[in-house]
Every structure is written in structure tokens, then in C-alpha cells.
């Protein structure tokens, strides 16, 4: 997970807010003059996209598509149920070092710890975290936001089919709400392989907020009343039932909610989109 964590340093500017605020284009331009090193190093925040827009990113064009090549493999971090913390590459490749005649390794483990590490009941080496998936959300719909419709990637790596920044956060969110909804066979991968929540007219329906998902199938683990940050799934599903990658590229960063037209029964829709 680390190694994506620098896709979600992103941020864009709308055109708008140079031309109100001219002396901090100028301040900037000082400021990146001054450091050609940096420049080289980052995605060019002088170079307008969309709508005259800037990005404020780590990860440059070419950075940013072999990041998303490994992200969206479902080889390595994308599972049927989100973005993988750990690539499972590293369930035949664990990463092995030998340190003063010990031998320590980082395997791909989907579910709970399989060491003592932390208390051994929490698990970064695998599982699905909803915050960090919300993160990269978040920023496919920056770089979206920037580059439109033009920039197109390889979802899942390898399938052939080209998806759009917005698409591919769509599904991924598409993936996540899937934990809680009931599959082909009525079941709900969130409830694993627990007959009494699946099957028990008390409790089938009542999903619970579980600290985080098995890599591979979506159960819940860890504590179970975590809808600080879980219940976060159901932000996305809203967004994107509510929004369009249209009206996104349209409305960029004008308002952290913005109101979309309205429902059938004329109740209007929002949809956050900063």
C-alpha cells in the first residue's frame, strides 16, 4: 500500500483561481524556478488540462499509468472487493531479508495477522481498508478532473478494456459496495462464511461495518462497528449514482456539494465531488 500512496498526493486548481489571484501564480513560478530539481521530480504544475486546470501531484503522466498498471491488476492489488493493502503477487513472491542471522519476511496474508505484530489483530499485509480505497477515489477523480477523457488505462491490467480516471473510481466503488450486497446467490460477501448472518431473517439484512475485508472474498474482519470510516462505501455509491463523469469535468472544484437536477419526485440530488 505504500508504494500507492503517493498516487493520492493530488490535488487540481481551477483556472479561475490563478486569474484571482495572480501573485500566487508568481510566487509559484519564483518558487519553482528556484528548485529545478523538484520541477523534474513531480507532475509540472505550470502545464494546463482540462478546463485550464493545474494538478498538483507527485506522480506525472508516465509515473501515474505504471502505478495504475499494478493497482488495477487483479494479479497484484485489485480484488472483487476494492484495492488490495498488499499486492498478491506476494503470495508466491513474500519479501524475504536476513537481518544478524534472522530471517524476516512480508507474505501476502488477505485476512487476519498471522503474527503477533501489532497485537496481532490488526493486519495491513493484505486486507481491504475502505479510508485508504476512499483515498484513491478521491484522487482518480483529481487526475480525472485534469486530464478528462483523453486519459485512458487498462481495467482491469490486461482485460483490454479502456476506462477513463472516472471509470475506473467508479469501479472500484463498484467493487466495494459489492461487499455488502447480496450476489448471484443471495449471499453478502461481508458476512463470510457465518450461516447464522446469512441465512437468519435477524440478522441477513443488517450488514455490519467491519474494520476491514478479506483480500480474496470480502468477509468482514477486525472490530465490527467501524462505520467511522467504512460506512464511507455508501458516500460512493451516492456520489455515483448522483453524478456524471460530465458533469464532474463541468463543475471541477466549484463547490464541495453541488446540486445536480433532481429525482423523480423532484427532491434534488447532491453529489460531493471535491
Given at each position: 500500500?505504500v508504494?500507492?500512496?503517493p498516487l493520492?498526493?493530488a490535488?487540481v486548481?481551477?483556472?479561475?483561481?490563478?486569474?484571482?489571484?495572480p501573485?500566487v501564480?508568481e510566487?509559484?513560478m519564483r518558487?519553482l524556478?528556484?528548485?529545478?530539481e523538484?520541477s523534474?521530480s513531480?507532475?509540472d504544475p505550470?502545464?494546463?488540462g482540462?478546463g485550464?486546470r493545474?494538478l498538483g501531484?507527485?506522480?506525472?503522466?508516465?509515473?501515474?499509468?505504471r502505478?495504475l498498471?499494478k493497482?488495477l491488476?487483479e494479479?497484484?492489488?485489485?480484488s472483487?472487493y476494492?484495492?488490495?493493502?498488499?499486492?498478491r503477487?506476494h503470495?508466491?513472491?513474500p519479501?524475504?531479508?536476513h537481518?544478524a542471522?534472522?530471517e524476516?519476511?512480508?507474505?501476502?496474508v488477505?485476512?487476519?495477522?498471522?503474527s503477533g505484530?501489532?497485537?496481532?489483530?490488526?493486519?495491513?499485509?493484505?486486507?481491504?481498508?475502505a479510508?485508504v480505497?476512499a483515498?484513491?477515489?478521491r484522487?482518480?477523480?483529481?487526475?480525472y478532473?485534469y486530464y478528462?477523457?483523453d486519459?485512458k488505462?487498462?481495467?482491469?491490467t490486461?482485460s483490454?478494456?479502456?476506462?477513463t480516471?472516472?471509470?475506473?473510481?467508479?469501479e472500484?466503488?463498484?467493487?466495494?459496495?459489492?461487499?455488502?450486497?447480496?450476489d448471484?446467490?443471495?449471499r453478502?460477501p461481508v458476512?463470510?462464511?457465518?450461516?447464522?448472518?446469512?441465512n437468519?431473517?435477524?440478522?441477513?439484512?443488517?450488514p455490519?461495518?467491519?474494520?476491514?475485508?478479506h483480500?480474496?472474498?470480502?468477509?468482514?474482519?477486525?472490530?465490527?462497528?467501524q462505520?467511522?470510516?467504512?460506512?464511507?462505501?455508501?458516500?460512493?455509491?451516492?456520489?455515483?449514482?448522483?453524478?456524471t463523469?460530465e458533469?464532474?469535468?463541468?463543475?471541477?472544484?466549484a463547490?464541495?456539494?453541488?446540486?445536480?437536477?433532481?429525482d423523480k419526485?423532484?427532491a434534488?440530488?447532491t453529489?460531493?465531488?471535491?
Amino acid at each position: 500500500m505504500v508504494g500507492l500512496l503517493p498516487l493520492c498526493a493530488a490535488t487540481v486548481y481551477e483556472g479561475e483561481l490563478i486569474a484571482q489571484y495572480p501573485e500566487v501564480a508568481e510566487r509559484m513560478m519564483r518558487f519553482l524556478a528556484a528548485r529545478p530539481e523538484l520541477s523534474r521530480s513531480i507532475h509540472d504544475p505550470l502545464k494546463t488540462g482540462v478546463g485550464g486546470r493545474r494538478l498538483g501531484a507527485i506522480l506525472d503522466e508516465k509515473k501515474l499509468r505504471r502505478v495504475l498498471a499494478k493497482m488495477l491488476d487483479e494479479n497484484e492489488f485489485l480484488s472483487p472487493y476494492g484495492i488490495r493493502s498488499l499486492s498478491r503477487y506476494h503470495a508466491d513472491h513474500p519479501y524475504v531479508v536476513h537481518v544478524a542471522g534472522q530471517e524476516y519476511r512480508v507474505s501476502y496474508v488477505p485476512a487476519e495477522s498471522d503474527s503477533g505484530m501489532f497485537g496481532g489483530n490488526s493486519n495491513w499485509r493484505g486486507p481491504i481498508w475502505a479510508p485508504v480505497n476512499a483515498l484513491l477515489l478521491r484522487a482518480l477523480l483529481q487526475y480525472y478532473m485534469y486530464y478528462g477523457d483523453d486519459f485512458k488505462v487498462e481495467c482491469p491490467t490486461g482485460s483490454g478494456r479502456q476506462m477513463t480516471l472516472y471509470q475506473v473510481a467508479e469501479e472500484i466503488s463498484r467493487r466495494l459496495s459489492s461487499i455488502f450486497l447480496k450476489d448471484e446467490n443471495g449471499r453478502r460477501p461481508v458476512f463470510g462464511g457465518s450461516t447464522k448472518f446469512q441465512n437468519d431473517p435477524q440478522w441477513r439484512d443488517y450488514p455490519l461495518f467491519y474494520e476491514y475485508f478479506h483480500g480474496d472474498n470480502g468477509a468482514g474482519l477486525g472490530a465490527s462497528h467501524q462505520t467511522g470510516w467504512t460506512g464511507i462505501v455508501a458516500r460512493g455509491m451516492h456520489l455515483f449514482a448522483t453524478t456524471t463523469p460530465e458533469q464532474a469535468l463541468q463543475l471541477g472544484k466549484a463547490a464541495t456539494v453541488v446540486e445536480i437536477e433532481s429525482d423523480k419526485s423532484g427532491a434534488p440530488l447532491t453529489a460531493a465531488i471535491r
